[in-house]
């Protein structure tokens, strides 16, 4: 697509359109989260997560299937279900999940408001967040943070990331034949109380 005007997509991604991005490493964050569950000996590891176009979300997927396979770790499809980015993704997964003949020990929530919907079916349902089951998502939120238990997540470089973009912007408003940058910023890892030791 021709824009008229220099522009700069900030946490998105996709392949082949030559636009300058500015993104969190997303295959480093599915990969973190699904290390902290296997290092705490968790073997049967669901991820809920959202259909998309946008690499941010499949890169995700990508880095949790990468360590299960580093760790000869069955990648389950009845484990994996993308919905919907929001909270009634998280809540009726949960509840999926649990009714399966061999539920999973611990769950990858692949934003915030699938986290939510998570906590949500956890407490309706009896299931101690960190004893009956683990949970990590991605995005730090105030439930993941206030709540109990805390919630281990991802932490993205959200203000880096918009500061980034910035630069990048006035740099090619001032000199339109810039090259063509993809910046990927690490992610941070937010251990809290969500993960239980097998």
């Not at 360590?67 to 993704?89: A, G, K, S």
Request: hydrophobic content about 40%; overall charge neutral; proline content about 4%.
């Amino acid at each position: 697509k021709n824009w008229s005007k220099p522009c700069i997509i900030v946490d998105r991604y996709r392949r082949g359109e030559g636009m300058n991005t500015v993104l969190a490493d997303n295959f480093q964050g599915g990969q973190m989260l699904t290390q902290e569950l296997v290092r705490a000996g968790h073997k049967k590891i669901a991820l809920i997560s959202a259909h998309s176009w946008a690499t941010t979300i499949s890169d995700r997927l990508d880095g949790y299937r990468s360590v299960l396979q580093e760790h000869h770790i069955p990648i389950r499809e009845d484990y994996i279900i993308l919905d919907e980015f929001c909270n009634r993704t998280g809540y009726e997964s949960i509840v999926k999940l649990m009714q399966l003949p061999d539920p999973p020990t611990a769950v990858v929530a692949a934003n915030n408001l699938i986290c939510i919907g998570c906590i949500q079916a956890c407490q309706e349902l009896g299931l101690r967040i960190g004893e009956d089951l683990s949970l990590v998502g991605y995005d730090d939120h105030e439930l993941a943070q206030y709540g109990y238990p805390g919630i281990t997540v991802i932490r993205q470089p959200a203000v880096e990331m918009g500061r980034q973009a910035a630069m990048d912007l006035l740099a090619r408003l001032n000199n339109e034949n810039l090259p063509v940058v993809k910046r990927t910023m690490a992610v941070e890892l937010i251990r809290r109380k969500s993960v239980k030791q097998l």
